[in-house]
């Protein structure tokens, strides 16, 4: 483990060969060249989250302020922790992007940290937009500080806030590594509880307006997912040493120990009392995607009997597909916004 210098501002003796740039340690000069690149994936990460545009408030709530009013009490306290759990996830993300990016030494790459960072900040304004217009003033507030004042949900947040804080106080290169590593977890693992249940209420005819907020969301992690697995992808290339078994290890018990989390929150937010989901799907689900998200990074998988995804929940992906999000489900003038049809999709 060695202390990360952090990256140079004004450097007008920084590298300019390409073969010189680096993920992390690189003398960098920090010019934006897009016609430059030495990861050229970061250009076709560009360009695509930069076609996912959207706005939230032009999502209609009309339905899901009746919808609201008519939950059940499961229904009801599922939608409030879950979105409260959301909006903590990607207030930290906002955040802690740019302590990330302090330490990323390739320019094009920090570009795309801009970008995600900007993308955290429309999901935080539709959460704000959904509380406004369907929630008292009240609810509101017991929505939006449940991520602090649930003390499961404390304890939940910890967790990766504690991996952030880590390499916020101590900045070295094991310490990054695993903040990276929590970031994929938090947008591989730790939102789709969330995404799942809101899908499921779609299914029943529930909250459409909050469904297609989230169907956007959902298409903008999976572009975060795609770029942080590119950056460990990098990274276990230039710097095989912080791959080493002892840290593989490391890293494949934080997405094990990540789906344990997320599996023991569904029992306490969601439960066996929402129609059309149930907990044992759940737990398919999210044992496949921690082997999904082990694989992404060429680690083992953890959970035998998990490869594919559960036929139970072949639904999660039709909503969550970035493909079928520009054609039936959107109303024409949001989905106008996107032109893109590059995406990954074994994400
Ligand atoms: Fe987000
Ligand atoms: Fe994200």
């Given amino acids: 483990m060695s202390q990360l210098q952090r990256k140079a501002l004004f450097n ?47 999502i209609n709530l009309t339905q899901d302020v009746k919808d609201y009013r008519n939950l059940s009490k499961e229904e009801k306290t599922a939608y409030d922790k879950i979105l ?16 990330v990016g302090e330490y990323i030494t390739a320019n094009e790459v920090n570009l795309c940290l801009t970008i995600q960072a900007y993308q955290e900040a429309i999901h935080s304004q539709s959460y704000g937009y959904i509380l406004d217009t369907i929630c008292s003033p009240e609810e509101r507030t017991d929505i939006l500080y449940q991520w602090k004042d649930d003390p499961t949900l404390l304890a939940r947040n910890k967790f990766i806030g504690d991996r952030y804080n880590e390499f916020y106080d101590d ?16 947008e591989g693992i730790y939102f789709y509880s969330g995404f799942m249940f809101f ?50 290890k490391i890293f494949r018990d934080m997405i094990k120990q990540g789906v344990e989390e997320e599996i023991k929150w569904a029992h306490y ?20 995607l921690g082997n999904l998200r ?11 009997g998990y490869s594919k995804e559960p036929e139970s929940m072949k639904w999660v992906s039709e909503y969550s597909d970035p493909n079928a999000i520009k054609t039936d489900f959107f109303e024409a003038k949001v989905s106008a916004y996107s ?6 999709d074994d994400l």
């Fill in 12 to 58: 007008e003796k920084g590298d300019i060969e390409l073969s010189k740039r680096r993920m992390i340690n690189g003398n960098t000069t920090n010019l934006n060249d897009f016609n430059n690149m030495k990861y050229s994936w970061a250009s076709d990460w560009y360009r695509h989250a930069m076609n996912n545009f959207w706005i939230p408030e032009e």
């Fill in 84 to 99: 409260s759990f959301l909006i903590f996830l990607d207030s930290i993300q906002t955040a802690n992007l740019p302590n």
């Fill in 171 to 186: 900045r070295s290169d094991f310490n990054l590594l695993k903040t990276i590593v929590a970031n994929y977890i938090l």
């Fill in 199 to 248: 899908y499921a209420l779609g299914r029943i005819g529930k909250m459409p307006g909050t469904v297609q907020e989230i169907r956007y969301i959902n298409r903008d992690e999976n572009a975060h997912l795609w770029l942080f697995r590119s950056i460990l992808i990098e990274l276990k290339k230039e710097e095989p040493q912080l791959f080493n078994e002892e840290n593989e």
């Fill in 269 to 288: 937010a969601i439960g066996n009392g929402i129609e059309g989901l149930s907990l044992s799907m759940i737990e398919d689900y999210l044992k496949y």
């Fill in 294 to 304: 082990c694989k992404g990074l060429g680690f083992e998988e953890i959970y035998e």
């Fill in 339 to 344: 032109k893109s049809s590059i995406i990954e």
